[in-house]
């Protein structure tokens, strides 16, 4: 009996990191087809808009779920341009969560995916280092649609951070004010086999690209290889 005990346990302890690096790699693999299709789209975010942005978070299938006000949860990415200003080509992602009540969609349990835009570093450094509410710690605002749509508007000057969603076919600027976003450690540490931080990732080159990430990086760099933005 404690053979067999010890057996299962060994499985177990073989098993189970496999099995969760396994789907958060899948986790950055769709958030790669969620970009590359997103930005397929003939009205998606404006040129001028993305090349702005220090830092891109993609969040494939966000479930709402109904008790009370409703809710979301979800998970993704997060990749920044490298470099300290931000300056440089789009780099290892690092996991990140969405948590919230109603966040301003009634799709009826319909999974939606979500991009939001970093416009300013302090919006990213926040959001690396801990949890931030949107339209509280950070201004957020739904981003501009339409490849003749300029950052260089009131809405989108004043916001540190942009959000789209797409859903049932549709994609639309869309607010997600009073939602949060946090590092997911424990998703970082399943994906690269270690514990590693969010912030460590993104600035010290704590964990190589993961082969997963192909598709998200390769798109965004071919998207928008550089940042425009005069505050990097």
């Known amino acids: 009996m404690k053979k067999t005990i010890l057996a299962c346990s060994l499985i177990l302890a073989i098993t189970l990191p496999a099995f969760a690096q396994r789907k958060e790699k899948e986790r950055v693999e769709n958030a790669g ?3 590359k299709e997103i ?4 009205d998606d975010i404006p040129q001028d808009v993305i090349d702005k942005a220090d830092c891109v978070v993609v969040l494939p299938s966000v ?8 809710g979301s949860y979800g998970r993704g990415v997060m990749t920044c341009r490298s470099g300290k200003d931000y300056r440089g080509a789009w780099g290892v992602p690092t996991m990140i969560a969405l948590e919230g009540g ?5 799709l009826g349990g ?3 995916d979500f991009v939001l835009l970093l416009m300013t570093q302090r919006s990213a450094d926040n959001i690396l280092t801990s949890k931030v509410k ?3 710690d950070v ?4 981003g501009p649609v339409g490849r003749n749509a300029s950052a260089e508007t009131d809405i989108t000057l004043r916001a540190e951070i942009l959000s789209y969603s797409r859903a049932r076919g549709l994609f639309a600027g869309i607010s997600l004010s009073g939602s949060t976003l946090r590092p997911d450690n424990s998703a970082n540490e399943n994906l690269y086999g270690k514990k590693v931080e ?7 080159h704590a964990v190589p690209m993961p082969a997963a990430a192909k598709l998200l990086i390769e798109t965004l760099n071919a998207k928008s290889p550089k940042n425009t933005s005069k505050n990097g």
């Open 33 to 35: 087809k969620v970009m």
């Open 63 to 70: 479930l709402k779920f109904a008790f009370g006000v409703g």
């Open 102 to 106: 109603s966040l301003g969609f009634q």
């Open 134 to 136: 949107l339209g509280g």
């Open 139 to 142: 201004s957020a605002a739904a």
């Open 198 to 204: 969010a912030k460590d990732i993104v600035f010290e």
């Open 110 to 112: 319909q999974a939606t």
């Open 39 to 42: 930005l397929d789209i003939p």
